[in-house]
């Protein structure tokens, strides 16, 4: 039972760290976007505010919930590993 809290430490340790990777660059990938944007087409108004208008959209986005999968999979994975290597 030690084995699997330490496993459950360590796992969730990597997949905090991959997901604030995984955060952290999608973000900033969102913001080159929108200033590229700006930059091409816009050329009107703050640059800045815009960049931000479209960063507080993006953090409501369903690609910023999808980020969560990576706490979810790895669990699932392990649960259905553990399943069926006692019950098959």
């Known amino acids: 039972m030690l084995a699997l ?3 459950f430490i ?3 340790v990597l997949m905090t760290a991959v997901f604030v990777a ?5 973000r900033s990938v969102r913001k080159r976007k ?3 944007e700006w930059d091409e087409e816009i050329r009107e108004g703050d ?3 815009f960049i931000d208008e479209g960063l507080e959209d993006y953090s409501h986005s369903l690609r910023r919930r999808l980020i ?5 999979v790895p669990i699932l994975l392990i ?4 399943y ?5």
């Open 22 to 26: 995984v955060s952290l660059w999608s």
């Open 68 to 72: 969560l999968l990576v706490y979810v």
């Open 84 to 88: 069926l290597v006692n019950f098959y």
């Open 47 to 49: 640059r800045e505010a």
């Open 5 to 7: 809290a330490r496993l």
């Open 10 to 12: 360590i796992c969730f």
């Open 34 to 36: 929108l200033a590229r």
């Open 79 to 82: 649960g259905v590993i553990v």
